[in-house]
């Protein structure tokens, strides 16, 4: 090995035609495989959009500028990129990638840039929203893997939006966490909680990524719907959502986080209900079963999705740390 | 024409193989052709890009988080998503696309992120380095166009890094600018001044840029070289360096600039020019002569270029505002 500067590749004269496939080379002197074979594809993707458009310097600096902005909006609070993210769709795909649902398990959503480590634990029944303005809302819900027995004592992280469609962490002076909570299934796999009836809302539209929506002619709002979280040992990690179906915007959610299969009708709590989980009779019912596939199920279907894409794009690869590289052996 | 609400595709159970084509029709609500193009593009890329590393939500994370921390290092004077560009090809890649040169004229380079606007206007012949420590070095060029003809009066832009490799700008307690000059040529074509001999220098490496590189096994380094930005109008807009020959990273460019018709060889000052220029005998020199493209032929090329390759792509497609879009007449 000489040094650094005689193993790299010769890189002179670089042309329209010729750059990406030297820059790809000068990428691929390091030791991990998988960032390796991420860089390759990202440096392939962003030559050919800038040759399929053939963006001028004006437009690459408007798209500079674009995405500092993006940065420099973040905050402890507040993830522009991942809202950015959310809009063009890629949210939603990753999701779908990484954590693939055999037919008989509960669908992915988008997580949304709203989820946060400040919360409380609740135990079963709580009461999770203390907004006076938002309608009551029952929440009982089980929890089984795909033989139908069901799982107790899973983390389930549950968060929404107030009556005026903004997260707690949206209000500059709030003293805590609201309408959200960590609470675990019990013996029966069942949890419940005590909420308000969600309402749509818009994504934060005051910063770029709203810009952007709005030279789109799209809007920002999304679909009613409460947020779901799963996490248990032996399982695959669940992040999905349950929709009011009927909702505005339920067929042009900004962040295309719909399915059917979420897709939810609230019903009014009986008198025995209303009894048993001391309620008003009348006040209205959120109730699914959510249905968790295994880590393992879930990791052979990710993998055989995996090389079953990779032998599409008629290349050969392998599988490492479960992700596909190039097979070079 | 109905409400928004109902004119936008219809956006549910979308899935790894057809969210692309749902995302980019409701990005094609806007007005500005361009933009829609652009978007189009992007989004198709993004999502390949997904499909076919199988991104995993961590990877993508990972993603979220090195952007963030892109846009975050940026400042007044720091640009590090140039810097990203910069060391990805892009920005040579775009510089190509956007000013196409006809073999006679002077090849354009990357802009890097140095270039300043705190800048003086300074007559021929004078001193724009004040570094104790460099060596002197005096620059005698010309700018002809395209039939060899002198071109006058045009504002050329000048930076270098100082003799410890860097600039002005990088350094905290500047006063003032240095190492750079706005200067015109005069009546013969020709501009000059006295500086100081370049040196190879890292790019910023202290951000989330420079880890990057680490974790790719790159080094951060640039060969020697001298900045030169032209502008007059009726000419095509010149950004280019002169690079000196056998410099250490001449092939290795971090950001991939040299080209062999930029490269240059350092020759000593003879008697007569000592006289002429003032300065002692045997001083290093450096001497090019820049040939300018007219703003007409630049366009003509760049539109003949665009048209081609958009044939190559096999898409019907049309010039709006001199840039590629559908044609979808």
Tied chains: 1, 2.
Excluded at 87 to 99: A, F, K, W
Excluded at 225 to 244: N, R
Aim: aromatic share 8%; charged share 30%.
């Amino acid at each position: 090995m000489g040094s650094p500067e005689e193993d790299t590749p010769r890189l002179k004269d670089l042309t329209i035609d010729n750059i990406t496939d030297n820059v790809k080379a000068i990428n691929d002197q390091g030791s991990d495989p998988r960032l390796k074979y991420i860089l390759e594809r990202a440096v392939q993707h962003i030559h050919d959009f800038a040759r399929e458009t053939r963006l001028s310097h004006q437009e690459w600096m408007t798209g500079i500028q674009f995405l500092t902005a993006v940065g420099q909006k973040c905050t402890d609070v507040r993830q522009e990129f991942i809202l950015l993210s959310d809009i063009l769709g890629l949210s939603l795909l990753v999701e779908s990638i990484d954590h693939p649902k055999p037919a008989a398990s509960t669908e992915g959503t988008v997580l949304g840039p709203f989820h946060s480590h400040d919360v409380h634990d609740e135990p079963n029944g709580a009461v999770i929203s203390h907004d006076p303005d938002g309608e009551p809302c029952l929440v009982v819900c089980s929890i089984k893997d795909t033989d139908g027995k069901p799982v107790d004592d899973v983390k389930i992280d549950i968060w929404e939006a107030d009556s005026h469609g903004f997260y707690d962490v949206q209000y500059a002076g709030r003293d805590g966490p609201d309408q959200r909570a960590v609470m675990r299934s019990g013996k029966d796999g069942v949890f419940w909680f005590k909420a308000i009836v969600p309402v749509p809302y818009p994504v934060p539209a005051d910063g770029p990524v709203g810009k952007l929506l709005g030279l789109l002619g799209r809007h920002a709002y999304r679909p009613s719907h409460m947020h779901f979280m799963f996490e248990k040992p032996g399982y695959d990690h669940l992040i999905t959502a349950l929709y009011l179906r009927g909702s505005k915007y339920e067929h042009t959610d900004a962040v295309f986080g719909v399915k059917e299969s979420l897709l939810i009708d609230l019903k009014p709590v009986d008198a025995e209900m209303a009894k048993k989980y001391d309620v008003k009779e009348g006040t209205k019912l959120i109730s699914y079963d959510f249905v968790l596939v295994s880590e393992e199920d879930s990791r052979k279907l990710r993998e055989k999705n995996a090389m079953a894409a990779m032998e599409k794009l008629g290349r050969r690869m392998k599988l490492y740390k479960g992700l596909p590289v190039p097979d070079v052996d």
